[in-house]
């Protein structure tokens, strides 16, 4: 079974940081482009940031400059650094990879997400 396993949400104050990061594993053959979403209540699923196999990075306008992303390939692992953090940040946030399996499937996982509370 393949899956996308995520850690580090939670509380904090507004101008405050918070590291997450998404660990995959299972069968898979290769990881292609991997990114974060989030979902704020009320409001549509939004791209927050991709990032390639080769770490071409993209960012929505929202978290230009204060969020950043990266990837270990070697572990499987994306990682979403976010900094001067704002209450419109808060919302719940899911990792995505476009993966092959190694029966030669290919598709989207997601994680299950993890909160993020940006509040005073």
């Known amino acids: 079974q393949v899956q996308l396993v995520e850690s580090g949400g939670g509380l904090v104050h507004p101008g405050g940081s918070l590291s997450l990061s998404c660990a995959a594993s299972?069968?898979?053959?290769?990881?292609?482009?991997m990114a974060w979403y989030r979902k704020a209540p009320g409001k549509q699923r939004e791209l927050v940031a991709t990032?390639?196999?080769?770490?071409?990075?993209n960012y929505a306008d929202s978290v230009k400059g204060r969020f950043t992303i990266s990837r270990d390939n070697a572990n499987n692992t994306v990682y979403l650094q976010m900094n001067s953090l704002k209450p419109d940040d808060t919302a719940v946030y899911y990792c995505?990879?476009?993966?092959?399996?190694?029966?030669?499937?290919?598709?989207?996982?997601w994680g299950q997400g993890t909160q993020v509370t940006v509040s005073s």
């Open positions: 995505n990879a476009f993966i092959s399996t190694t029966s030669g499937s290919r598709g989207n996982i």
């Open positions: 990032i390639t196999s080769s770490s071409n990075t």
């Open positions: 299972g069968r898979i053959s290769s990881i292609y482009t």
